[in-house]
């Protein structure tokens, strides 16, 4: 399997839409990824399955000055296990740092192990707790961080 990673199109809001409605309990309406393909200050990264032309993860980030914040990574349920989530993230960062960023920041549930493997495995330090940052359930937030200083 070859994965392709890039940023949206407006001809993947649908798709990338319906894979944010399969992977959280609270996603993000269509309308958000409407905007984000013409935004300046984000991005929608995507994986894409080169054989198949399927979009099976994706992935946000927000900058703010020289910081990225990492939101909505998801890799369809059928994919993962396979490194895209891995590929995909760094994908991010790497174009992100060429525009500037040099750090990087995301949230993630304290009880998603596989996800904190992923980030811990590109670079990521957990920085603490955010209380009841989640809902649907209700759980806190771990919040980590990715600094460029420290890879270098």
């Known amino acids: 399997m070859s994965i392709i990673y890039r940023t949206i199109t407006a001809d993947d809001i649908d798709e990338a839409s319906e894979l944010e409605q399969s992977s959280f309990a609270d996603p993000w309406p ?4 409407e905007e984000i393909v013409d935004k300046r200050d984000a991005d ?6 080169e054989e198949t032309g399927r979009l099976v993860g994706g992935c946000v ?10 939101m909505n990574v998801a890799v369809n349920r059928d994919y993962r296990g396979r ?6 993230i760094r994908y991010a960062m790497e174009r992100n740092e060429e525009m ?8 993630v549930r304290v009880s998603n192990a596989p ?10 330090e957990s920085a603490g707790i955010r209380p009841g940052f989640y809902d649907h359930p209700k759980e806190d937030g771990l919040v980590m961080w990715r600094y460029k200083e420290d890879i270098e």
Do not use: P
């Open 30 to 33: 269509r309308s958000a990824f």
């Open 44 to 49: 929608y990264y995507l994986a894409e399955d």
């Open 61 to 70: 980030v927000f900058r703010i000055i020289d910081e990225g914040d990492i």
């Open 83 to 88: 490194g895209i989530a891995t590929g995909l």
């Open 100 to 107: 500037g960023i040099r750090d990087f920041t995301l949230e």
């Open 115 to 124: 996800a904190i493997r992923v980030y811990e495995k590109c670079g990521f």
